[in-house]
């Protein structure tokens, strides 16, 4: 049973670029999360996607999207990137949107230039 | 969600027990108490959940208050390993899974 990958685990963009992360559900999960985690902070939600819909969404702007695939891999973009989004994004798993445990990654490190 | 208060920080020594204590009082009838903890450089890993009684896992056993307003996660023999952030989390039953409530967490120092 393979975990939560996620990739690339760093990189580094300027300011208004776009980015992309991608996230690899833990097997058997049809549910994936998104979290922002600034340094020094706890992981803040952005949203939820269950079979390929989003379903639920914390305190971010529209320019955070995202995507869920039929193998219930998952996609984050960010558009017009801002300094303050530099932080690690998490990815975590669950089977179901109501389950008792989230599967986390070990993030992606982004760093606006 | 209702909100949880953690110290900032905790010392422990390997091979001693490690009492963790979060004040929730204004948690409803349905939030699940969770704890989740992150050691460094990594995603944060489950540890334990529950609602209204005490549990016992692997890894962890979460006592909890008899009205609720309080919980503790107890690691019975601390090693260095268990040195992370430790958070405590309520989510209602009838919540999105997905969507917890990260505070700042309480940070545990081991000593060896």
């Known amino acids: 049973e393979t975990g939560v990958t996620q990739s690339p685990t760093h990189l580094i963009k300027t300011r208004g670029q776009q980015v992309t992360l991608r996230c690899s559900s833990q097997?058997?999960?049809?549910?994936v999360s998104w979290y922002q985690q600034a340094l020094g902070q706890g992981p803040q939600f952005i949203f939820q996607y269950y079979r390929e819909e989003e379903n639920g969404r914390g305190n971010f702007p529209p320019r955070f999207s995202g995507l869920q695939f039929p193998n219930y891999s998952s996609e984050l973009n960010v558009n017009a990137l801002e300094l303050d989004d530099s932080a690690l994004y998490l990815c975590?798993?669950?089977?179901?949107?109501?389950?008792?445990?989230?599967?986390f990654g070990e993030g992606s490190r982004l760093t606006v230039l | 969600d209702a909100k949880t208060t953690q110290p900032n920080s905790m010392e422990s020594n390997e091979e001693e027990p490690v009492h963790l204590p979060c004040n929730h009082s204004?948690?409803?009838?349905?939030?699940?108490i969770h704890w989740y903890r992150q050691l460094p450089s990594q995603g944060p890993e489950y540890v334990i959940h529950g609602l209204t009684s005490n549990v016992n896992n692997r890894m962890a056993s979460l006592a909890i208050a008899e009205d609720r307003k309080s919980s503790t996660l107890i690691l019975h023999r601390a090693t260095l390993r268990d040195a992370a952030v430790y958070y405590c989390?309520?989510?209602?039953?009838?919540?999105?899974?997905?969507?917890?409530?990260f505070g700042k967490g309480t940070k545990l120092s081991v000593k060896p």
């Open positions: 204004t948690i409803s009838g349905t939030d699940y």
């Open positions: 975590a798993s669950s089977q179901g949107v109501a389950s008792g445990e989230l599967f």
């Open positions: 097997s058997g999960h049809n549910t």
């Open positions: 989390i309520l989510r209602d039953v009838g919540g999105s899974q997905g969507n917890l409530i």
